[in-house]
T-cell receptor, first 116, second 112 residues
Framework: GENVEQHPSTLSVQEGDSAVIKCTYS??????FPWYKQELGKRPQLIID?????GEKKDQRIAVTLNKTAKHFSLHITETQPEDSAVYFC???????????????FGQGTILTVHP | NAGVTQTPKFRVLKTGQSMTLLCAQD?????MYWYRQDPGMGLRLIHY???????AKGEVPDGYNVSRLKKQNFLLGLESAAPSQTSVYFC???????????FGPGTRLTVL
């Protein structure tokens, strides 16, 4: 089955700096890669996702890059703000079609702390 | 439109007791999933359902059973709770053709 490794487990930055979180995956058939943000005591919420036919996707201050050959993808947050402090999870899936049924395999999570 | 809801929010059980967690969604989603979240381990899939009346095992199914008698509800049962099942349980759902999963608020379960 799929295995997703996420690094670092904790990340501390100053407000305004950039933050980068990296994930690797093992299943070459995975084609859907979402990132979730989870604030303390809250549910995971999707912040951005990318499919394997795209190398990069941006949404304001966040971006995700994908390297299919190396089987890794990264989350980039620019101009970080204290409200970006949360746990971030990457995940991988073969997508909703076929017998994978959209099952997600999650990384272990990264605790991001943005200091004012 | 409440999205995905979970009942209860918190529960404390004694070893050997049983309970059922309820997940409900009002988005007419075909697919529903149960995950558990433990510190340092991310979210792990317990069971999932691809439609009313269907269920399947995920990554960590042992000790749990599920049922999906109605499309909008997905129940997770613990027949004989163990301390190792202390965790936060999240339900998620999605519609066919769209990969995005929407999560419920979670149930924090403690087994003493």
């Amino acid at each position: 089955g799929e295995n997703v490794e996420q690094h670092p487990s904790t990340l501390s930055v100053q407000e305004g700096d950039s933050a980068v979180i990296k994930c690797t995956y093992s299943d070459s058939a995975s084609n859907y890669f979402p990132w979730y943000k989870q604030e303390l005591g809250k549910r995971p919420q999707l912040i951005i996702d990318i499919r394997s036919n795209v190398g990069e996707k941006k949404d304001q201050r966040i971006a995700v890059t994908l390297n299919k050959t190396a089987k890794h993808f990264s989350l980039h947050i620019t101009e970080t703000q204290p409200e970006d402090s949360a746990v971030y999870f990457c995940a991988a899936s073969r997508g909703g079609g076929g017998t994978s049924y959209g099952k997600l395999t999650f990384g272990q999570g990264t605790i991001l702390t943005v200091h004012p | 439109n409440a999205g995905v809801t979970q009942t209860p929010k918190f529960r404390v059980l004694k070893t050997g007791q049983s309970m059922t967690l309820l997940c409900a969604q009002d988005m007419n989603h075909e697919y529903m999933y149960w995950y558990r979240q433990d510190p340092g381990m991310g979210l792990r899939l317990i069971h999932y359902s691809v439609g009313e009346g269907t269920t399947a095992k995920g990554e960590v199914p042992d000790g749990y059973n599920v049922s999906r008698l109605k499309k909008q509800n997905f129940l997770l049962g613990l027949e004989s709770a163990a301390p190792s099942q202390t965790s936060v349980y999240f339900c998620a759902s999605r519609t066919g053709g769209v990969d995005t999963q929407y999560f419920g608020p979670g149930t924090r379960l403690t087994v003493l």
